[in-house]
């Protein structure tokens, strides 16, 4: 059983920074690719950011490319989103996602595993 727990979300103002962190259980997690998504309201799932396996390759959305950092430690199960610059339009739900396959991909469907979110709000 793979379960996925995000922390790290909360309130910070335009310009702020914040570090989700997402803990995965299961021995399988060094071989998954991990991606972050987030649902803002009214809005649909949107993807933000994917990391492969080894930590080597990394994906950004474009409107978060540059302030947002995808990483991850397979030696303590855990994959992090350091979000530097926010903006209120970064307001949202964010979710940890995980696929047992080493490459990452965009689309939210080829997610298996999920957390239950964090939200993450940026005031103006």
């Known amino acids: 059983q793979v379960q996925l727990e995000e922390s790290g979300g909360g309130l910070v103002q335009a310009g702020g920074s914040l570090r989700l962190s997402c803990a995965v259980s299961?021995?399988?997690?060094?071989?998954?690719?991990m991606a972050w998504f987030r649902q803002a309201p009214k809005k649909e799932r949107e993807f933000v950011a994917a990391?492969?396996?080894?930590?080597?390759?990394?994906y950004y959305a474009e409107s978060v490319k540059g302030r947002f950092t995808i990483s991850r430690d397979n030696a303590e199960n855990t994959v992090y989103l350091q979000m530097n610059s926010l903006k209120p339009e970064d307001t949202a739900a964010y979710y940890c996602?995980?696929?047992?396959?080493?490459?990452?991909?965009?689309?939210?469907?080829?997610?298996?595993?999920w957390g239950q979110g964090t939200q993450v709000t940026v005031s103006s």
């Open positions: 990391i492969n396996w080894t930590g080597g390759m990394t």
């Open positions: 299961g021995r399988a997690f060094s071989s998954y690719a």
């Open positions: 996602a995980g696929r047992n396959t080493g490459r990452p991909t965009r689309v939210e469907y080829d997610y298996a595993y």
